[in-house]
């Protein structure tokens, strides 16, 4: 399973990565524009404190301008993929992309149809949105399970990233359904790592070893 941080503030990435769990990092146009920077900026300034893909995405909504900026996208450092919402055009590209070896997938993913056409495409991921399924009314969780079971299936290699993850109780649901990758707010990520039975637990140890020093010292 891969876990990505979703955002474009690379001191937030730096501090994450340390975590040792980030595989890789999802960016849109509006988390790199919150940031205040550029695309190119933003991607290669990610890629220089990140091992693993950074996802960027395009802005064009024709096939040829969607195509030429995920070709431009591998200019800007080794591992980016091209992030393409899931419209015609955005398809029509993801083929063409497919035929050249760009690497590229299919965002901003609200159904199973289009997950199945995103994986019969290749398309390296597929992003459907959690939290704004749920906005919609509709079950964002069960969406990925669902998409995930089709992908297993049919033994498509597309990855399930399921993305707008907005808590840690949709990520553990996320984690129980066995989705490829998912990608994380820093905060989210960061609501990983308290629970208050830990903190409990570590001041009565160190109650208890009180002022003896550390044991490395001995
Ligand atoms: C995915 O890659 C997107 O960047 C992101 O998860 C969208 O989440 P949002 O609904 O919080 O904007």
Do not use: C
């Not at 937030?12 to 340390?18: L, N, P, Q």
């Not at 808590?167 to 990983?192: C, R």
């Amino acid at each position: 399973m891969k876990l990505y941080l979703d955002t474009a503030d690379r001191d937030r990435i730096t501090e994450a990565a340390r975590l040792g769990v980030v595989d890789g990092v999802t960016t849109n146009p509006s988390i790199v524009t919150a940031a205040g920077l550029g695309y190119r900026e933003a991607v290669t300034a990610i890629a220089d404190v990140v091992d693993g893909p950074v996802f960027a995405q395009v802005l064009a909504d024709d096939v040829e301008g969607i195509v030429r900026e995920a070709r431009g996208y591998q200019e800007w450092a080794d591992d980016v993929v091209a992030k393409i919402p899931a419209t015609r055009p955005g398809f029509e590209a993801l083929a063409r992309l497919r035929d050249e070896d760009v690497p590229a997938g299919t965002t901003v993913v609200f159904s199973i149809e289009q997950a199945v056409l995103a994986a019969k495409n290749d398309a390296s991921f597929v992003a459907p949105y959690v939290g704004r399924l749920d906005d919609a009314g509709e079950d964002g969780v069960d969406t990925v399970r669902r998409i995930q079971h089709i992908y297993d299936t049919y033994g498509f290699e597309t990855e399930v990233l399921a993305a707008s993850v907005r808590n840690t109780t949709q990520a553990v649901s996320l984690y129980e359904a066995g989705v490829d990758a998912v990608t994380l707010s820093p905060d989210v990520l960061d609501d990983h790592v308290p629970h208050p039975k830990t903190d409990e637990g570590v001041a009565g140890f160190e109650a208890a070893w009180g002022d003896r020093g550390s044991p490395i010292d001995e």
